[in-house]
């Protein structure tokens, strides 16, 4: 029952194989991983569609292993998801990001929105809305310069909760997002009801949208319901011009893809804003 997918991705990959760990143990390296700060956080650009230029960033975690370097997300979270362990883990990405807000303030950049990956079994708990309450309360410039994103999937697991987190959460300044949208379920009476600023298409369509009929009806119809419904929208794995254009076209807002800038880290990423002022 416990071999969930998370597990199962786990056995399949190079991370740790030879000593074939099992999730306790995983999950203790974790924790201890932590603990002795061995996430870090890289910046995803997400530009605006008629320009290119830089409008926000997604904040992207990783895990630096001091033996096995750098290890993605999906070979970690979904294990941290089985246990209380992402709490912890949503709870040093927030804080990191804050951490890192401030310090670009002080080095005298213009602030970026950053957006920040909340789990499924975070969204629906008060303790998100304090942990937020209590970061901005000395920072009273940095509320809107935080965002969160929430799955669908994650929103539709209990989404009355979920929409009242959000809700206070926009009353303190912190607007949100629903990732991955079209990969899930929600009826469209829901959609209005979550009450969320930003959808973001799934990448699945993107990646067929200029190729198959599907996805770019799907990718279509998704945009013009954004619209109609006042959000904005953002097409997530844009990898090619083409793909770019006729996006534009469907009227997306923002894109996010390999083809304008990938993730990076903090120090890159600054660099990346710094340039970007001054042209
Ligand atoms: P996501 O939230 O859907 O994040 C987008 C993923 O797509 C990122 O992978 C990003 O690097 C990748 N991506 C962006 N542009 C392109 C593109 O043009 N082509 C392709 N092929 N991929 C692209 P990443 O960083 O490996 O993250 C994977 C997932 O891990 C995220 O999916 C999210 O569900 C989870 N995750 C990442 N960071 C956090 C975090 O801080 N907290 C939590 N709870 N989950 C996180
Ligand atoms: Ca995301
Ligand atoms: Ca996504
Ligand atoms: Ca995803």
Redesign the pocket.
């Known amino acids: 029952k416990n071999a969930g997918k998370g597990c199962y991705r786990f056995w399949n990959d190079d991370f740790l194989k030879e000593s074939t760990p099992d999730r306790m143990m995983i999950e203790s390296l974790l924790r201890e991983g932590i603990r002795q700060n061995q996430l870090v956080?890289?910046y995803?650009p997400i530009v605006e569609a008629s320009t290119g230029k830089i409008r926000s960033l997604?904040?992207?975690?990783?895990w630096n292993h001091p033996v096995k370097g750098m290890i993605?997300?999906?070979d970690f979270?979904p294990i941290?998801?089985e246990t209380s362990l992402?709490l912890q883990?949503?709870e040093w990405?927030i804080h990191e990001v804050v951490r890192q807000q401030s310090e670009w303030k002080r080095q005298g950049i213009n602030l970026c929105p950053v957006s920040?990956?909340?789990?499924a079994s975070?969204i629906s708990l008060p303790s998100l809305l304090h942990t937020f309450e209590t970061l901005v309360k000395g920072k009273p410039y940095l509320a809107n310069f935080l965002q969160v994103?929430v799955?669908e999937t994650a929103m539709m697991m209990d989404p009355d909760n979920a929409t009242l987190i959000l809700n206070q959460l926009f009353n303190i300044g912190v607007s949100s997002s629903i990732?991955?949208f079209g990969s899930g379920y929600t009826s469209l009476g829901y959609l209005k009801k979550l009450n969320a600023d930003v959808l973001?298409i799934?990448?699945s369509f993107i990646d067929g949208i200029t190729t198959d009929s599907f996805d770019h009806d799907v990718a279509k119809a998704i945009i013009a319901l954004a619209v109609s419904m006042s959000m904005k929208v953002v097409a997530?794995?844009?990898?090619n011009k083409e793909q770019w254009k006729m996006l534009k076209e469907f009227g997306c807002d923002y894109l996010?893809?390999?083809?304008f800038h990938?993730?990076m880290s903090s120090d890159k990423v600054y660099e990346l804003l710094e340039r970007h002022e001054s042209v």
Request: proline share 8%.
């Open positions: 956080l890289h995803q997604e904040a992207l975690v990783r993605p997300p999906d979270i941290a998801e992402i883990l949503d990405v920040i990956n909340i789990s975070h994103e799955t990732d991955d973001k799934d990448r997530e794995g844009v990898e996010q893809g390999y083809y990938r993730p």
